[in-house]
């Protein structure tokens, strides 16, 4: 049996008076891909961004790695990144955006490694690295928000709609990538996606939310 | 008519001929709006983004009453100022009147709810996806500050730009604290006020037009960094 990454309990948010998730148990077990799917605000987001550290919820119980919420340490925090629908890119360089992860953990020699995290993207560094933010089209500034997350070799990679806003060629691209990244780090992957298809080449179960409550899409 | 236009040819020769009065109003100018520019900025910067970033009670009072003091005259923070640095006030130890840093002080005073009410709009009008990201790739609290204050950078040399186009061409605070000494604390505006006093239309012209491209280079600095910052 695999090992348990994530254990949610009787999870709920609440937003005003208005409960957005409600689930009952959920467990996310290591390098696995757990596709999400459901209609927009059935409370999809709110999840990842629970699992990502980002909200904390109203009531229930969420483990990462044995740790409860509250006390996951930051160490084991930076083992969880997210890339959201509509990425944001610094102001700055292509090189200087997918650095930044890297930096921020006190690793200075950042050329190979974002060099190749480019190329699993599909960009050319020799052309991209030196390239504005202000320079990309939205397909490009999606894959460089990937590759900022692909380089920091993430334990866990939350994708929350990756493909809704780019081209079949990059959705591809998307799909290798996160698949390679699985397979060289054991990177465990959750994505949100409407496209059942693209899931269903990727996902190893697939689950849907609806009104904030989770059932196995079979 | 005659007078303006043979004025204005005066004010040429003037400035060609590198007439030192005129210069050492342009030097006064420009250190005390500089000094100041950069005191605002150190002051104004942090407190800008506190105010414009963090969420706390009194924090909406205290907006308006930075709203309120963009329109402080300078003739209220000279007497202010003249108040405090005269040898009867609290700081009159301190040699502060008549002097080019004294003038910084109160130049400070009229930057100082610019650079403040400027930053706190850039800082909450940034991206609010932004924090999300940052969090994502693993950033601790005061790398968060520090890269959403470098991410407003654009916005922060503006609220700077902008602070410098009012002190350079304010004159109550330099006539009142500087007190509009030859070669020593007069600056263009003041000198222009004195020299147009006196009928002495050439320097006073010569010093307008260094004063209006001062202005000039200002307005193209805060058109460039609109730009920059996608505003």
Not at chain 2, 88 to 111: E, K, N, S
Not at chain 2, 190 to 197: F, L, Q, S
Request: aromatic share 6%; charged share 20%; with cysteine.
């Amino acid at each position: 049996m695999n090992e348990r990454l994530y254990h949610l309990e009787n999870l709920t948010q609440v937003y005003g008076d208005r409960t957005v998730l409600d689930v009952d148990r959920l467990d996310i077990e290591i390098q696995t891909i757990t596709g999400l799917i459901g209609p927009n605000g059935s409370g999809k987001s709110t999840l990842m961004r629970i699992l990502a550290f980002l909200e904390t919820p109203a009531t229930g119980r969420v483990a990462f790695q044995g740790q409860p919420f509250s006390k996951v340490p930051l160490d084991l925090r930076r083992q969880v990144t997210m890339l959201s629908q509509e990425p944001y890119l610094l102001k700055r360089s292509v090189q200087a955006n997918v650095s930044y992860g890297l930096k921020l953990r006190g690793i200075s020699d950042t050329v190979h490694p974002v060099n190749r995290a480019l190329l699993k993207v599909g960009l050319d560094p020799a052309r991209f690295s030196h390239r504005s933010w202000r320079e990309l089209s939205g397909g490009e500034a999606q894959r460089v928000a990937l590759a900022a997350r692909l380089v920091l070799k993430p334990k866990v990679l939350l994708l929350d709609e990756p493909t809704a806003s780019v081209d079949r060629e990059s959705s591809e691209l998307i799909r290798h990538a996160a698949l390679d990244a699985r397979n060289r780090w054991g990177t465990t992957l959750i994505i949100i996606s409407h496209q059942l298809t693209w899931l269903r080449q990727i996902a190893d179960r697939i689950l849907s939310m609806d009104y904030g409550r989770l059932t196995q899409v079979d | 008519m005659d007078y303006i236009l043979s004025g204005l040819i005066q004010a040429f020769e003037l400035l060609f001929q590198g007439n030192p009065e005129t210069y050492s109003a342009v030097k006064t100018t420009v250190l005390a709006s500089s000094l100041s520019v950069v005191a605002s900025m150190a002051i104004g910067s942090p407190l800008g983004f506190c105010l414009g970033y963090a969420r706390f009670p009194g924090a909406r009072p205290i907006r308006v009453v930075v709203d309120t003091l963009l329109a402080l005259p300078t003739v209220v923070i000279g007497l202010l100022c003249y108040a405090f640095m005269s040898h009867r006030g609290p700081l009159g130890d301190l040699g502060l009147l008549f002097t080019i840093p004294g003038m910084a002080v109160g130049q400070t005073i009229l930057g100082l709810p610019i650079v403040v009410a400027l930053t706190a709009n850039a800082v909450e009008n940034l991206d609010h996806r932004l924090k999300r990201t940052l969090l994502t790739l693993g950033a601790e609290p005061h790398q968060l500050l520090l890269t959403s204050l470098w991410e407003a950078r654009f916005a922060l040399a503006l609220a700077g730009a902008a602070a410098y186009g009012r002190i350079v061409s304010e004159v109550g605070i330099s006539m009142m604290i500087g007190g509009n000494i030859k070669w020593h604390t007069r600056t263009i505006t003041t000198a222009i006020a004195m020299e147009t006093g006196k009928g002495q239309f050439a320097i006073g012209i010569a010093l307008g037009l260094i004063l209006i491209t001062l202005a000039l280079l200002v307005n193209l600095a805060m058109s460039r960094l609109k730009r920059l910052s996608g505003q």
